[in-house]
Nanobody
């Protein structure tokens, strides 16, 4: 069983930056593909960014060029660096890992989820 704990959320003005961190425990982190998803009130949980065990990554079109996902297998962490934040980025951000070394953009393919960290961007 893998446990995931996110941190780093908060309130930021539009145009600002935040760094989200996710720490994993209970498994061999280097064996897992990882991802970040977000859910705004009344909306579906959407893919934001994903990363393979070896650092290959992909992004949702809405965040491409503004967000960067990275991982450090030795520390069991996956981070999301968010720049040029917009009010529409406001959501609960959750990290997830899947039982494969490869990333996925599909929510259903992730087996373990954190509780999430709230990001609020004011205009």
């Amino acid at each position: 069983q893998v446990q995931l704990v996110e941190s780093g959320g908060g309130l930021v003005q539009a145009g600002g930056s935040l760094r989200l961190s996710c720490v994993a425990s209970g498994g061999t982190f280097s064996r897992y593909g990882a991802g970040w998803f977000r859910q705004a009130p009344g909306k579906e949980r959407d893919f934001v960014a994903g990363i393979n065990w070896n650092g290959v990554s992909t992004y949702a079109d809405s965040v491409k060029g503004r967000f960067t996902i990275s991982r450090e297998n030795a520390k069991n962490t996956v981070d999301l660096y968010m720049n040029s934040l917009k009010p529409e980025d406001t959501a609960l951000y959750c990290c997830a890992v899947r039982n494969s070394r490869h990333l996925s953009t599909l929510r259903a393919e992730y087996a373990y989820w954190g509780q999430g960290t709230q990001v609020t961007v004011s205009s």
